[in-house]
């Protein structure tokens, strides 16, 4: 008897730690295993290959950009995120007519399926077609449809912070919603308070608002630099990371490896796990999220 | 907990394991009940456990035993797995409707036989063959665009052991010919495509110009007369992710170049090739193209050229079905490939392939299964359906009255390929798809440098 009682807290903890292990501890095995093998582009594995999918990947030219296009696409879209986020969710808190409204319409880009969004985006920006270029025509600021300046999406310049528009636009409803749950976890005393010392708005928005939104926010920043590090069906589908690899991620090098190089493209893998680990690891030290509100 | 999180959710939501981006997956994780979460687990450990099984033993007959021939009625079922030549997976020439019909055929016909068919988008196959060839799944019959990176590790039947003579000798020599390595076949062609330009006639009467271009000077000031009349585009130039290959190879061609010479050497950055590109990257510039045809799908440019945007586009049969559906239906011709001096002998040919793997030993069945498909009319389906050209003589045969279709017919004999059997042709391939856009914008001689380094590289 004494002894199914110990066993009894694994019951409950058992099918958690199995779908841990299956789901995420065994895929990153097997990863990290392929970068180290010697695969054909046709799945054949021909053997162990030491660090040599390592040291082709950091030979490549295009590693290194790619690398720092990475970083600059992370810290754009969610610090852009963040900080329409806080915005929105302040006007939110908010009682005005048609609220509930507002509220439902934030949904909307949530609630579409990103590749779809980001399709309906590229079809807006068709140098031919697309409702962006035609009003830009209209407004004078292109000569006609059809040419360069109509193509947007086909220059690094200009499709990468459309690109970034994209990424911020499917990001902001969520960062909203979490935000907002915070701000209604604030209680109303401690505002009541800082009017009776007559703290201006902005003196407790800083002093008051932020520090005691920060857990919803670390956690919302956080979630968002994770997945927008490993965000891929966006620029996949709007530019392929042309021209050339001047748009692409790491995540989407990893893709385009694949088709040639399945270990180089495994290599691509870790390190981008390791990138993720490591932006955990700097964003959790900046936001010391550990350390209680006073 | 935060890294679990996201996973589980997509639970709750399976259509979001692939195309996942991080704030839709948060979603989820709001409204994916806790107690839902228990059960998924719990679902989802069996799942893993049911597949696992299943898998190790996939292919072999659930009554077991039966190692090729299908003796004493026992009953085998091939798997089988195929590239979508459909427009999407819904469209009626959708690749599940036509394998769909092929196999009913076929399972009446032979009763102790079951062929499964996975129909697989042509974006997708590669990297999710090449998956099932990792994980040690491989099919009985593989459909798509290579074979040869299979032959080396023997996972191949030949194809004599699998298809009957009166049938391969049906076959295109020079087509069979490729389905060769050292000496002996493992690849059956399985259709051809070939390309020609296509041109919009309407166009060409508004620019007052008379008859197609045969010479790149011919080309270019064809292409200026069309600017001049208000044409966005006057050649369509996609070099872009989806078949930059393709485009690149008729420019080579155009000036005597070509990926490989005649032995096989790479000379991606010969001086015929630097020049062809030199005189395409003219035509970037002057704005008579696509504009930066380096970002451009082969899709998109059809799809202008069916809207009637464009004034020339190299194009196969497969792009017939496009165009008759747009604006341009019976408005445009067809016309052989401008060179630099004049029109091409020869043009790209493409071949796809299908083949048989050994691992789980019906060669018996499969030989059937093949021999069904060519001596019936599926062969004649794929055609009518698809626009693609078949490989058999006896096909090309039925076709010849085909006004559309012949100037293709008649580019076949005479195409070049790519050099799809070096191996070193995935990588260069994938890197020519993302980067060869480059020396039409920059300096055609560094990108095409650079490409020729990938292909000497080790």
């Keep these: 008897m004494k002894r199914l009682r110990v066993l009894e807290p694994l019951a409950w903890v058992g099918p958690a730690v199995v779908l841990i292990a299956l789901v995420v501890l065994w895929p990153v095995i097997e990863m990290v295993r392929t970068s180290f093998l010697e695969v054909s582009r ?41 900080l329409i986020s806080l915005a929105l969710a302040q006007l939110f808190n908010q009682r005005f007519p048609g609220r509930k409204i507002a509220r439902w319409a934030l949904i909307a880009p949530w609630a579409a399926s990103v590749l779809m969004t980001s399709i309906i985006f590229k079809w807006m920006l068709d140098p031919e077609v697309g409702i962006i270029n035609l009003i830009r025509r209209d407004l004078g600021l292109i000569p006609a449809m059809g040419g360069a300046d109509a193509d947007q999406l086909g220059q690094a ?38 009017k009776m010392d007559g703290a201006s708005k902005f003196r407790t928005y800083w002093s008051i608002t932020l520090p005691l939104l920060r857990p919803a926010l ?77 | 907990m935060v890294l679990t999180g996201p996973r589980i959710s997509s639970l709750g939501g399976f259509r979001r394991l692939v195309w996942t981006n991080g704030p839709s997956d948060e979603k989820a994780v709001s409204t994916v009940n806790i107690k839902l979460v228990g059960g998924a687990a719990l679902g989802l450990a069996t799942m893993l456990v049911l597949s696992s099984c299943g898998g190790g033993d996939a292919g072999t007959p659930a009554e077991g035993g039966s190692t090729g021939a299908a003796a004493g009625g026992e009953q085998v079922t091939l798997k089988m797995v195929a590239a979508d030549y459909g427009d999407n997976p819904t469209a009626d020439n959708a690749g599940t409707k036509f394998w769909k019909s092929v196999v009913d055929g076929f399972q009446a016909a032979n009763p102790n036989i079951k062929v499964e068919v996975q129909v697989i988008s042509w974006n997708d196959i590669d990297k999710q063959v090449a998956t099932m060839v990792q994980n040690g799944q491989v099919p009985d019959i593989l459909q798509t665009g290579d074979y040869s990176g299979f032959v080396k590790d023997g996972l191949l039947y030949k194809t004599d052991e699998v298809l009957s003579p009166e049938v391969s000798k049906d076959m295109l020599t020079k087509f069979a010919d490729f389905g060769k390595v050292d000496g002996t076949a493992y690849g059956i062609p399985f259709v051809s495509s070939a390309r020609a330009l296509f041109y919009n006639k ?67 950055n010969s001086p015929a090739n630097v020049e ?23 899709k998109t440019v059809w799809e202008d050229f069916a809207a009637g945007k464009v004034g020339m586009v190299n194009g196969g049969p497969m792009s017939i079905p496009i165009f008759d559906k747009g604006a341009v239906n019976g408005k445009y011709a067809v016309a052989p490939i401008a060179g630099k001096t004049g029109p091409l002998d020869t043009t790209l040919g493409v071949m796809d392939w299908i083949m048989a793997f050994n691992k789980n030993g019906h060669a018996a069945e499969i030989k059937k299964f093949f021999d069904y498909f060519y001596t019936g009319d599926a062969t004649q389906k794929i ?76």
């Design chain 1, 42 to 82: 046709f799945g054949v594995v021909r053997g162990w290959n030491g660090t040599e999918n390592y040291d082709k990947l950091f030979a490549e030219t295009d590693f290194w950009p790619v690398m720092l296009r990475s970083l600059i696409w992370v810290v754009a879209v969610v610090g852009f995120t963040v």
């Design chain 2, 383 to 458: 055609v009518d359906n698809y626009k693609l050209l078949p490989v058999t003589n006896g096909g090309i045969e039925k076709l010849s009255g085909d006004e559309k279709l012949k100037p293709f017919l008649d580019a076949l004999p005479n195409a070049s390929f790519y050099p799809f059997k070096d191996p070193k042709w995935s990588e260069v391939n994938t890197a020519i798809k993302q980067t060869i856009g480059g020396a039409v914008k920059d300096d055609p001689a560094k990108v095409l440098g650079d490409l020729q380094k990938v292909a000497e590289g080790s």
């Design chain 2, 276 to 298: 062809a590109f030199q005189y395409v990257k003219g035509l970037v510039d002057a704005g008579l193209t696509t504009p930066n045809p380096g970002t451009k799908d082969r």
């Design chain 2, 202 to 268: 309407e166009l060409f009467e508004k620019a007052k110009i008379t008859e197609p271009p045969k010479t790149w000077d011919e080309l270019k000031a064809a292409a200026e007369k069309l600017k001049a009349a208000g044409v966005s585009q006057p050649f369509g130039l996609p070099l872009g992710q989806e078949e930059a290959q393709a485009e690149s190879f008729l420019w080579m061609l155009g000036n005597g170049g070509g990926y490989t010479d005649a032995s096989g050497k790479w000379t991606i």
């Design chain 1, 218 to 294: 670390t956690v919302a920043a956080l979630i968002n630099v994770m997945n927008v590090f490993n965000s891929f069906p966006i620029i996949w589908s709007m530019t392929h990371g042309q021209p050339g690899y001047s748009t692409a991620t790491s995540t989407i090098f990893m893709f385009i490896l694949k088709g040639s190089n399945i270990g180089e493209s495994a290599a691509m893998s870790v390190v981008n796990f390791g990138m993720v680990i490591v932006l955990t690891a700097i964003f959790l030290k900046i936001s010391k999220w550990k350390q209680e509100v006073a």
């Design chain 1, 157 to 194: 310049a200009t499709a990468f912070p459309w690109l970034i528009f994209v990424a911020v636009f499917v990001s902001v409803p969520f960062t909203t919603y979490a935000l907002l749950a915070g701000l209604a976890t604030i209680p109303s005393d401690v505002y009541e308070a800082a």
